[in-house]
């Protein structure tokens, strides 16, 4: 079993910076894809990065990014000029194989989320 906890959500304003950590522990030797997702309010989670691929969604692109420090087994996405538009839930996702990218059902383990809410 893998557990994921994201932590780092806050209320900030536009043209902020924010840090979020998703820190796995349990088997985490057996995790080999980590990534980001998000859902804002009544809309449907889509992914923010699949870092593998280096994929990043059209509306974070050049403003956020996404780097996993494997010896503390925790995946970070840093956050900069965030704008009201980025208020949601952001979820980290774990999977025991590589998932392809966009293919969130194919996860193995997902965080419980962290809150972001950009003010205007």
């Known amino acids: 079993q893998v557990q994921l906890v994201e932590s780092g959500g806050a209320l900030v304003q536009a043209g902020d910076s924010l840090r979020l950590s998703c820190a796995a522990s349990g088997d985490t030797i057996c995790v080999s894809d980590m990534d980001w997702y998000r859902q804002a309010p009544g809309k449907e989670r889509e992914l923010v990065t699949d870092?593998?691929?280096?994929t990043y969604a059209d509306s974070v692109k050049g403003r956020f990014t996404a780097y996993r420090v494997n010896a503390k087994n925790t995946l970070y996405l840093q956050m900069n000029n965030l704008k009201p538009e980025d208020t949601a839930v952001y979820y980290c996702?774990?999977?025991?194989?590589?998932?392809?990218?966009?293919?969130?059902?194919?996860?193995?383990?997902w965080g419980q989320g962290t809150q972001v809410t950009v003010s205007a």
């Open positions: 996702a774990a999977g025991l194989v590589v998932v392809p990218v966009n293919r969130e059902f194919e996860y193995d383990y």
């Open positions: 870092i593998r691929s280096g």
